[in-house]
């Protein structure tokens, strides 16, 4: 019996949500006017990472408490057992912690990959990934001038895979100086394996190569799959800074307060040298809340997740059986080829938000080697997930076969 009710659908209205209301900017910038044939509440938003589920009740009765404090001066975290709460939540999760003292925070991933661009490289210096990527990973190296080097993943029906001899050749040019690796990977889904990790890891640290370990979608698995933290498997090595934070698991990101695990101490240092030092007092008390009391609800999140793709597997069999999809290990995302049905460099986002009302982000949008993929964001409740496939196996039957347009798939 599910404690929490995962189908309930919730008005985001009027909450300056990027989800519902940001989207022209994001998606379509310079486009901003266009104009669509669906009014905002007509969407099926299958496009930014974060989820349609209410935050657990455990967390928002933790802001409430702090709430009642009714004042929020200045704020850092001071309370011992925030850290207990997270390397118990590590401990228990993936077997792992970490000396209190590496432990910092940030308003969130993406500032910390910023800040961390700065404090480890030098301005002519270069930064790898492989791609396709998350684009805030460019977006990090590229506001601080550094260079971007990508390897592409070898992708061999669906399933991706690192190109160890071309991440080697990069990693030795004496330029690169940080990897931004990605663990669990958005888009694709892989969960990397322990031996994945270890040559990742053997080619950069014996190249000189920092590593920044980005674990955003870590507690974000299919059932009975655990994740392995970078770090761990280099528990000699201070080069391998981990990101972690519950606004991907939780549905919290607005709340922006992220972990950062540095054990380089002068990385550290500097970092608390720079680093605006004060934070949210909600922010605090929800993210220690999450690891102490969210187990149950994010169990249940898993078993609906595991639901939502099932549903996408066996409805893409039947309704779009040359799209290329394969449940991923990790994250809600679902990187779908579907080139089969339009091949070539059209502009995705735009022909799903014209035709068929669906707010998705296409293979474009993550940096390189994403060609005619679709990513699709199934952390919704399951009726508005089936309301979007439809729509997009409709469109997508019918930009084949305009003898079909109209025909929606079967119910
Ligand atoms: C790998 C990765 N790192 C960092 C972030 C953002 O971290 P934050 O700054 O929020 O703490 C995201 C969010 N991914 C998103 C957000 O919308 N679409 C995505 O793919 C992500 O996928």
């Known amino acids: 019996m599910m404690k929490y009710n995962f189908d309930e659908i919730i008005d985001r209205k009027n ?5 519902t209301d940001g989207f022209r900017e994001f998606m379509f910038k310079g486009r901003e006017n266009l104009s669509f044939a669906y009014k905002d509440d007509e969407w099926i938003r299958m496009w930014i990472a974060d989820m349609d589920f209410a935050t657990p009740p455990e967390i928002i009765e933790a802001i409430r408490t702090r709430l009642d404090q009714r004042i929020f ?16 939540w590590t401990e228990r999760m993936y077997d792992w912690t970490f000396p209190k003292e590496y432990l910092v925070t940030s308003p969130g991933i993406i500032p910390a990959l910023y800040e961390l661009c700065e404090y480890i490289c030098k301005p002519d210096e270069k930064v790898l990934i492989v791609t396709p990527s998350y684009a805030f990973f460019k977006s990090a190296v590229e506001f601080n001038h550094l260079e971007l080097v990508c390897s592409k993943l070898k992708n061999e029906n669906g399933h991706y895979t690192i190109n160890y001899d071309d991440l080697e050749a990069k990693a030795k040019d004496p330029k690169v100086v940080l990897c931004i690796f990605c663990n669990p990977h958005n888009p694709t889904g892989r969960l990397w394996k322990e031996e994945e990790l270890r040559r990742v890891g053997e080619i950069c640290l014996r190249n000189h190569v920092w590593i920044i370990s980005d674990e955003i979608h870590c507690d974000l698995l299919r059932s009975g799959l655990s994740h392995t933290p970078f770090a761990k498997l280099f528990p000699q090595s201070d080069r391998i800074v981990t990101c972690m934070a519950p606004s991907k698991t939780f549905n919290m990101a607005g709340l922006m307060f992220s972990n950062v695990i540095i054990p380089n101490q002068e990385l550290r240092e500097l970092w608390l040298r720079r680093h605006y030092s004060f934070k949210n007092p909600l922010s605090i008390a929800a993210t220690q809340a999450a690891y102490e009391h969210g187990q149950q609800w994010h169990q249940e999140l898993l ?7 099932k549903f996408t597997d066996a409805f893409l069999s039947q309704y779009l059986p040359e799209a290329q999809f394969k449940i991923p290990e990790a994250t809600y995302l679902a990187w779908i080829n579907i080139s089969s049905y339009i091949p070539g460099e059209e502009d995705l986002t735009g022909l799903f938000a014209a035709h068929a009302g669906v707010l998705l982000e296409d293979g474009s949008m993550f940096v390189d080697n994403g060609q005619g993929y679709i990513r699709l964001n199934l952390a919704c409740p399951r009726a508005v997930l089936k309301e979007g496939l439809q729509r997009i196996a409709a469109f997508l039957n019918s930009y084949r076969d ?6 929606a798939a079967a119910t």
């Open 15 to 19: 909450t300056n949500s990027m989800n």
């Open 73 to 88: 001066g200045y704020s850092q975290v001071f309370d011992p057992n925030y850290y207990v709460a997270l390397s118990n």
């Open 303 to 309: 078993q609906y997740l595991d639901g939502n793709f």
């Open 402 to 407: 305009p003898s079909l347009a109209g025909t």
